[in-house]
Protein backbone atom coordinates (compact mmCIF):
# COMPACT_ATOMS: atom_id res chain seq x y z
CA UNK A 1 0.00 0.00 0.00
CA UNK A 2 1.31 3.49 -0.88
CA UNK A 3 2.02 5.73 1.85
CA UNK A 4 0.36 9.13 1.42
CA UNK A 5 2.47 10.68 3.77
CA UNK A 6 5.39 10.10 2.17
CA UNK A 7 3.70 10.54 -1.38
CA UNK A 8 3.35 13.99 -2.95
CA UNK A 9 -0.33 14.30 -3.31
CA UNK A 10 -1.99 16.97 -5.60
CA UNK A 11 -5.52 17.63 -5.84
CA UNK A 12 -5.34 17.27 -10.35
CA UNK A 13 -3.58 14.07 -10.15
CA UNK A 14 -5.71 12.86 -7.55
CA UNK A 15 -8.72 13.51 -9.37
CA UNK A 16 -7.67 12.76 -12.93
CA UNK A 17 -8.70 16.12 -13.86
CA UNK A 18 -6.49 16.22 -17.08
CA UNK A 19 -8.05 13.08 -18.22
CA UNK A 20 -11.77 14.44 -17.21
CA UNK A 21 -11.83 17.68 -18.32
CA UNK A 22 -10.38 16.57 -21.79
CA UNK A 23 -12.90 14.17 -22.27
CA UNK A 24 -15.60 16.45 -23.87
CA UNK A 25 -15.75 15.82 -27.78
CA UNK A 26 -18.46 17.71 -29.15
CA UNK A 27 -19.56 16.84 -32.85
CA UNK A 28 -22.16 18.82 -34.54
CA UNK A 29 -19.69 20.73 -36.09
CA UNK A 30 -17.87 18.52 -37.82
CA UNK A 31 -21.73 17.27 -38.75
CA UNK A 32 -22.17 20.52 -40.47
CA UNK A 33 -24.75 22.06 -37.33
CA UNK A 34 -22.58 23.26 -34.94
CA UNK A 35 -24.90 23.85 -31.71
CA UNK A 36 -23.20 25.99 -28.68
CA UNK A 37 -25.43 23.68 -26.20
CA UNK A 38 -23.80 20.41 -27.03
CA UNK A 39 -20.81 21.19 -24.78
CA UNK A 40 -23.56 21.89 -21.86
CA UNK A 41 -25.33 18.39 -23.01
CA UNK A 42 -22.50 16.70 -22.89
CA UNK A 43 -20.92 17.89 -19.52
CA UNK A 44 -24.63 17.25 -17.55
CA UNK A 45 -24.67 14.08 -18.74
CA UNK A 46 -21.06 12.66 -18.18
CA UNK A 47 -21.72 14.22 -14.65
CA UNK A 48 -25.00 12.02 -14.27
CA UNK A 49 -23.01 9.24 -15.20
CA UNK A 50 -20.11 9.39 -12.77
CA UNK A 51 -23.41 9.76 -10.21
CA UNK A 52 -24.69 6.41 -11.25
CA UNK A 53 -21.88 5.25 -10.66
CA UNK A 54 -21.53 6.77 -7.02
CA UNK A 55 -25.10 5.46 -6.66
CA UNK A 56 -23.81 1.80 -7.72
CA UNK A 57 -21.01 1.95 -5.28
CA UNK A 58 -23.34 2.75 -2.27
CA UNK A 59 -25.63 -0.24 -3.39
CA UNK A 60 -23.27 -2.50 -2.48
CA UNK A 61 -23.02 -1.84 0.91
CA UNK A 62 -26.85 -1.90 1.03
CA UNK A 63 -26.56 -4.63 -0.55
CA UNK A 64 -23.87 -6.18 2.36
CA UNK A 65 -26.49 -4.80 4.92
CA UNK A 66 -29.75 -6.60 3.85
CA UNK A 67 -27.01 -9.80 4.24
CA UNK A 68 -26.41 -9.08 7.47
CA UNK A 69 -27.78 -11.54 10.24
CA UNK A 70 -28.95 -8.42 12.02
CA UNK A 71 -31.23 -8.19 8.86
CA UNK A 72 -33.50 -11.38 9.85
CA UNK A 73 -34.26 -9.76 13.15
CA UNK A 74 -38.17 -9.90 13.28
CA UNK A 75 -38.72 -6.53 15.55
CA UNK A 76 -37.80 -3.80 13.31
CA UNK A 77 -37.69 -0.07 14.26
CA UNK A 78 -39.63 1.90 11.94
CA UNK A 79 -39.62 5.86 12.19
CA UNK A 80 -41.90 8.73 11.27
CA UNK A 81 -39.25 11.42 9.66
CA UNK A 82 -39.40 14.75 8.24
CA UNK A 83 -36.03 16.53 6.48
CA UNK A 84 -34.40 19.67 5.97
CA UNK A 85 -32.05 19.80 3.93
CA UNK A 86 -29.37 23.31 3.50
CA UNK A 87 -26.13 24.33 2.28
CA UNK A 88 -23.47 27.53 3.45
CA UNK A 89 -21.32 29.38 1.67
CA UNK A 90 -18.95 28.77 4.07
CA UNK A 91 -18.58 26.65 7.55
CA UNK A 92 -18.86 29.65 10.24
CA UNK A 93 -22.26 29.96 8.41
CA UNK A 94 -23.02 26.98 10.07
CA UNK A 95 -24.01 28.01 13.67
CA UNK A 96 -25.82 31.26 12.49
CA UNK A 97 -27.83 29.54 10.12
CA UNK A 98 -28.73 26.80 11.94
CA UNK A 99 -29.94 29.16 14.48
CA UNK A 100 -31.68 30.69 12.10
CA UNK A 101 -33.62 27.39 11.31
CA UNK A 102 -34.13 26.45 14.92
CA UNK A 103 -35.97 30.30 15.59
CA UNK A 104 -38.06 29.31 12.74
CA UNK A 105 -39.15 26.10 13.62
CA UNK A 106 -39.85 27.67 16.91
CA UNK A 107 -41.82 29.97 16.06
CA UNK A 108 -44.01 28.53 12.27
CA UNK A 109 -43.09 24.70 13.19
CA UNK A 110 -41.06 22.71 11.24
CA UNK A 111 -43.00 21.78 8.24
CA UNK A 112 -43.78 25.81 6.76
CA UNK A 113 -39.97 25.99 7.92
CA UNK A 114 -38.92 22.87 5.87
CA UNK A 115 -41.17 24.63 2.93
CA UNK A 116 -38.71 27.90 3.14
CA UNK A 117 -35.25 26.62 3.83
CA UNK A 118 -35.31 23.12 2.12
CA UNK A 119 -33.56 21.96 -0.84
CA UNK A 120 -35.14 18.75 -1.12
CA UNK A 121 -38.05 18.10 -3.07
CA UNK A 122 -39.78 16.50 -0.08
CA UNK A 123 -40.49 20.27 1.07
CA UNK A 124 -43.39 20.36 -0.98
CA UNK A 125 -44.61 18.07 1.71
CA UNK A 126 -43.11 20.26 4.57
CA UNK A 127 -40.02 17.54 4.44
CA UNK A 128 -42.23 14.55 5.14
CA UNK A 129 -40.55 11.56 4.52
CA UNK A 130 -43.19 9.24 5.82
CA UNK A 131 -42.28 5.98 7.45
CA UNK A 132 -38.46 4.65 7.43
CA UNK A 133 -36.93 1.48 8.86
CA UNK A 134 -34.26 2.42 11.25
CA UNK A 135 -31.43 -0.30 9.39
CA UNK A 136 -31.98 1.59 5.67
CA UNK A 137 -30.11 4.97 7.53
CA UNK A 138 -26.31 5.57 7.34
CA UNK A 139 -24.78 5.37 10.74
CA UNK A 140 -24.20 9.03 10.71
CA UNK A 141 -27.65 9.48 10.45
CA UNK A 142 -29.28 6.44 13.36
CA UNK A 143 -26.58 8.39 16.05
CA UNK A 144 -28.22 12.38 15.35
CA UNK A 145 -31.70 10.28 15.95
CA UNK A 146 -30.44 8.59 18.77
CA UNK A 147 -29.70 11.78 20.45
CA UNK A 148 -33.34 12.62 20.17
CA UNK A 149 -37.20 11.84 21.40
CA UNK A 150 -40.16 12.19 19.29
CA UNK A 151 -40.78 15.66 18.51
CA UNK A 152 -37.05 16.70 18.33
CA UNK A 153 -34.92 17.39 15.67
CA UNK A 154 -31.35 16.65 14.98
CA UNK A 155 -28.51 19.15 14.60
CA UNK A 156 -27.08 19.04 11.25
CA UNK A 157 -25.82 16.14 10.13
CA UNK A 158 -23.10 16.56 7.49
CA UNK A 159 -23.51 14.92 3.98
CA UNK A 160 -21.56 15.35 0.98
CA UNK A 161 -24.35 17.38 -0.52
CA UNK A 162 -25.09 19.82 2.34
CA UNK A 163 -26.92 19.69 5.72
CA UNK A 164 -29.48 17.28 6.96
CA UNK A 165 -31.84 18.31 9.43
CA UNK A 166 -34.42 15.40 10.76
CA UNK A 167 -37.27 15.72 13.27
CA UNK A 168 -38.58 12.27 14.52
CA UNK A 169 -42.35 13.03 14.49
CA UNK A 170 -43.14 8.95 15.37
CA UNK A 171 -41.53 5.83 15.77
CA UNK A 172 -42.76 2.11 16.53
CA UNK A 173 -41.68 -1.40 16.48
CA UNK A 174 -42.96 -4.03 13.72
CA UNK A 175 -42.63 -7.23 14.50
CA UNK A 176 -42.69 -8.68 10.92
CA UNK A 177 -40.96 -11.24 8.89
CA UNK A 178 -38.37 -9.86 6.93
CA UNK A 179 -39.02 -9.65 2.65
CA UNK A 180 -35.27 -9.34 1.95
CA UNK A 181 -35.76 -9.13 -1.43
CA UNK A 182 -38.54 -5.91 -0.67
CA UNK A 183 -36.50 -4.35 2.04
CA UNK A 184 -33.39 -4.25 -0.62
CA UNK A 185 -36.04 -2.23 -3.11
CA UNK A 186 -36.98 -0.65 -0.46
CA UNK A 187 -33.00 0.85 0.55
CA UNK A 188 -32.05 1.23 -2.79
CA UNK A 189 -34.90 3.78 -3.65
CA UNK A 190 -34.04 5.23 -0.13
CA UNK A 191 -30.40 5.05 -0.95
CA UNK A 192 -30.84 6.48 -4.96
CA UNK A 193 -32.80 9.51 -3.77
CA UNK A 194 -30.10 10.23 -1.34
CA UNK A 195 -27.37 10.16 -4.06
CA UNK A 196 -29.58 12.46 -6.58
CA UNK A 197 -30.54 14.82 -3.16
CA UNK A 198 -26.78 15.24 -2.90
CA UNK A 199 -26.20 15.96 -6.70
CA UNK A 200 -28.88 18.52 -6.80
CA UNK A 201 -28.20 20.57 -3.67
CA UNK A 202 -24.43 20.82 -5.06
CA UNK A 203 -25.76 21.57 -8.41
CA UNK A 204 -27.73 24.29 -6.64
CA UNK A 205 -24.71 25.60 -4.30
CA UNK A 206 -22.11 25.89 -7.63
CA UNK A 207 -24.94 28.01 -9.37
CA UNK A 208 -25.82 30.20 -6.45
CA UNK A 209 -21.67 30.71 -5.79
CA UNK A 210 -22.07 31.61 -9.87
CA UNK A 211 -24.45 33.77 -9.48
CA UNK A 212 -22.57 36.02 -6.75
CA UNK A 213 -19.22 36.24 -8.52
CA UNK A 214 -20.96 37.66 -11.46
CA UNK A 215 -23.15 40.14 -9.51
CA UNK A 216 -19.74 41.55 -8.60
Known amino acids: ?59 KSVKDTITDEKIDEKEIENLLLSEIIFTINDKKELISKFDEIKESINQIGFEETARIYSLSDSKKKGGNLGWIYKNQLSKEIIDGLNEITIGGFTKPIITSGGFLILKLNDMKTENIEIDKDAQLKKMIEFERERQFTRFSTLYYKRIYNNAEINEK
Open 1 to 59: MVDLKKTALHYQNYLKLDKILHAQFPMSKELGDESHDEMLFIIIHQAYELWFKQIIHEL
